[in-house]
């Protein structure tokens, strides 16, 4: 976080956008403000005002979704945005420059370490401020280097005890607690995934890679479509399972860990729907091995629109839903994403997202670790970023008439969520997305970027809570 140079920082938020005229004029009004030694940054006074109650998060949040993209402060007003929220959660802890001012009085600290700390705390909190929970800290994620608190550990320790020492003894023993928790909450994080990797080798590459990647299965079955619970159809995902288990077995992170791979069995086969003037039918099953039950989905149809060879291949649980769900009488999708039209919005949103994703691509990509292909093979459609999008309601006009919004589920192959875990990290992203009209041709609307991004947010922190119902096998196996 760097200093601003506008020397109203107040000032600096009305232009990029974040904060009205009547909020501006409110903060410059309060009591407070008056006395406010010239703020930081812009964020620094963004979350003053939420502290003092000037303004919410949610009011914040709408502030930033209405700045255009190609507005002239947008990356400004993001990156406000991003800094007041940190300092709003340090404020919550009591550290502020309150506290940086106490621990500098009582000598615990020195000018430059107090003068780059007062950059990266919250001018007031909402809590007392707490010199304890500052240092640690300062110790942890500011400024002060591991050795610098260490010596300071070490002067403390050796005064006298006189009144003074006294108290900043104990501030700092209080300090190193908070300190040693935090290094044995962060041991503990690492243990629980080094463990979930040697024991969950299933949860790591089934869950992950399985249900919620690209991996797809072949059946060569008669002309007619089988049910999804059919013989066929079951026997072509026993043999997916098995293939699944051998390639945990060649794969799995820790070969001499002891665990032991089961071979997952699948349950309650059902169909979601069929769709009749493609020939496919939409299905659902549980997936069990040990004591985890996921839900999976596959599709069974033609490997050609008008071919006889049929093919069963493993979907998105989100897209199956969706797309096979909502279905006429006559077998025909009930949305279309009208006056729009599938095709028409499926190419205006691939050429929004496209953009956003080739700077995390590449960013994961050197997070990801190398692994040799496995028993499985991908299906190339699924392995897009972009794999699948299906209207899940109408589409509905915006009442300043620029355009439509339409709520759709999107299969998003995540790159970072895929690097962190290891497998594809799929994920299904839930959202209304505005599209315009322009010259003749569809384009998504100028808030694409924000909203699609924050639905991303939202699906990858629920995908890395419990990873559970996020898709199906899509692997390739030919019988």
Known sequence: MTPDANPDAFLALLTQGLITDAQHDAARAHPE????????????????????GLMTEDEQNSALDSIADDAPHADDAADTAIDADDLVELAEQGITHEAIDALFKDALIDAETRDMALAETPVAGSVAASPVATLA???????????????????????????TAVERARIVAEAQALVE????AARAWQARAQRSRRIGAWKFLATVAVIGGGIGWYAFAPASVP?????STRKTLD?????????VRMRRLDPNGGAVIETPSVSSLREVGYLKPERVRGCMAVMTQGDSKEPMAYTIGPTEPKGDEMVVRGADVAIVQARFGNLDAEGRPLYNAEPIGR???????REG????????????????PRTEPGLVRKDPNRSREIAEIEPTGPCRKLEDGTGHACPLVVEYNDSLLGALTGGDGSLPVRGEFT???????????????????????EARMAGMAGMAGTGAPDTSIQQ
Do not use: Y
């Open 33 to 52: 403000a008056s006395a406010l030694a010239p703020l930081p940054s812009p964020a620094h006074a963004l979350a003053w005002m939420r502290v003092r």
């Open 435 to 457: 599209f315009v009209e322009d010259n003749g041709n569809w384009r998504v609307g100028d808030d694409f970027a924000q909203t699609f991004m924050r639905r991303v947010l």
């Open 227 to 231: 049910a999804c619970d059919a013989a």
């Open 353 to 368: 997202a496209a953009p956003l994703g080739a700077a995390r691509a590449a960013s994961a990509a050197r997070m990801r």
């Open 343 to 349: 095709m028409a919005m499926e190419k205006a949103f």
């Open 239 to 247: 043999s997916l399972m098995r293939r699944v288990s051998m390639d």
């Open 137 to 163: 800290w300062l110790a942890t994620e500011g400024p002060l280097e591991k050795e610098g608190f260490e010596a300071l550990r070490a002067q403390v320790a050796a005064e006298p005890a006189f009144a």
């Open 181 to 184: 928790a935090d290094e044995r």
